[in-house]
């Protein structure tokens, strides 16, 4: 068998952030809040889509480090941004350019992100 067809078959190899519920829940939302501002409000479009992207990269960045301070660093920051994304999605539905089904499906993925980083930052921050 050639290395690539053997490759193909292996089982996935994952990064460390990609074995957290978080992770994904909030990879999740960044799609999501791509689709829930619609186009012509590029401003707030935009606001949304660095918020949610900042969630998901801080906290694949805090996963990676070893020192603990350094975690909780990270995933402070990434907790920070999912509360400036709840905020958002409040303006959103307030403003009327999303469904309030959308947005509240949306601040439901942000309230779990949120309780996720919580407990994440919280562990690297004690002993």
């Not at 053997?6 to 689709?35: G, I, S």
């Not at 660093?73 to 400036?84: D, K, L, V």
Request: charged share 20%.
């Amino acid at each position: 068998m050639h290395s690539v067809q053997a490759a193909a078959q292996a089982p996935q190899p994952l990064l460390d952030a990609q074995r957290l519920d978080c992770y994904w829940v909030a990879v999740e939302f960044a799609t999501a809040a791509a689709r829930l501002v619609p186009p012509g409000h590029s401003a707030l479009r935009s606001q949304l889509s660095r918020a949610a992207s900042s969630i998901v990269l801080n906290l694949a960045e805090g996963v990676g480090r070893r020192a603990r301070a350094e975690r909780a660093h990270f995933y402070s920051i990434a907790r920070g941004s999912a509360m400036e994304c709840g905020a958002i999605v409040d303006l959103v539905r307030s403003l009327g350019l999303a469904s309030v089904v959308r947005c509240k499906e949306a601040q439901w993925l942000v309230v779990r992100i949120v309780q996720m980083l919580t407990k994440l930052e919280a562990q690297a921050s004690s002993r």
